[in-house]
């Protein structure tokens, strides 16, 4: 298996646009989470999915935030209208059902100007 | 609340060197804690899983404890090598949910050739 899988690595855009990134989890895994790393505050989960179903998003951290997973192979996660304070490292990761292992993207490197 | 904490900051030993990093948590009510690896502009993987009934964990070169009551875990190292250099973090589950990871801010390791 490829792993999960994200895109982009990497996205520099400027204060006030649209930003998408897109997540692949492993085949067969059921749960979902983003996460976003900072220097400042480490790893925050943002928001995660069962079975395609948002079950936590209680660190989604406004409105300007969105997540969707339309079906068992693809989440993105949308910023509109972004901000540089969303300058992060956006992480993917998926997991099966009955299994405590985690596994991590190799991560969407935002940049906001 | 629970809280993760992982000293020191960074660490800088020389090859071949026996190490260990420490990880301690405020709330003994923890399901499992686990330590990743996460490598320069690379996601996280995880090394070793230790269930909250367990005393230890070992892959290869990796040992991994857990002492719940005292609120603490370590990861031993052994014969360092340069190709460990990496941020290793540990993150614990809490008892009452079933996805959700409380993470410390990583210890940054340079094993030095």
């Known amino acids: 298996d490829a792993g999960v899988i994200q895109s982009p690595r990497h996205e520099v855009t400027e204060m006030g646009q649209e930003v998408t990134l897109r997540c692949k989890p492993i085949?067969?895994?059921?749960?979902l989470f983003w996460y976003r790393q900072t220097m400042m505050r480490g790893l925050e989960l943002l928001i995660y999915?069962?079975?395609?179903?948002?079950?936590?998003d209680s660190g989604m951290p406004e409105d300007r935030f969105s997540a969707k997973m339309p079906n068992a192979s693809f989440s993105t996660l949308k910023i509109q209208p972004s901000e540089p304070r969303d300058s992060a490292v956006y992480f993917c990761?998926?997991?099966?059902?009955?299994?405590?292992?985690?596994?991590f993207g190799e991560g969407s490197r935002l940049t906001v100007l | 609340k629970q809280e993760v904490t992982q000293i020191p900051a960074a660490l800088s030993v020389p090859e071949g060197e026996n190490l260990v990093l420490n990880c301690s948590f405020t709330?003994?009510?923890?399901?499992?804690l686990q330590w990743f690896r996460q490598d320069p502009g690379k996601g996280l993987t995880s090394l070793l899983l230790?269930?909250?009934s367990q005393r230890e964990q070992t892959s290869g070169r990796l040992n991994a404890s857990l002492d719940k009551s005292s609120g603490r875990s370590t990861l031993y190292i052994a014969a360092s090598q340069p190709g460990d250099s990496a941020t290793y973090l540990c993150?614990?589950?809490?008892?009452?949910?079933?996805?959700?990871?409380?993470w410390g801010a990583g210890t940054k390791l340079i094993i030095k050739p």
């Open positions: 990761a998926s997991s099966a059902s009955g299994t405590p292992v985690v596994f």
């Open positions: 085949s067969g895994h059921n749960s």
């Open positions: 999915f069962n079975n395609n179903v948002p079950i936590d």
């Open positions: 709330d003994s009510a923890i399901y499992n």
């Open positions: 230790i269930q909250s």
């Open positions: 993150a614990v589950r809490p008892e009452d949910s079933n996805y959700q990871l409380i």
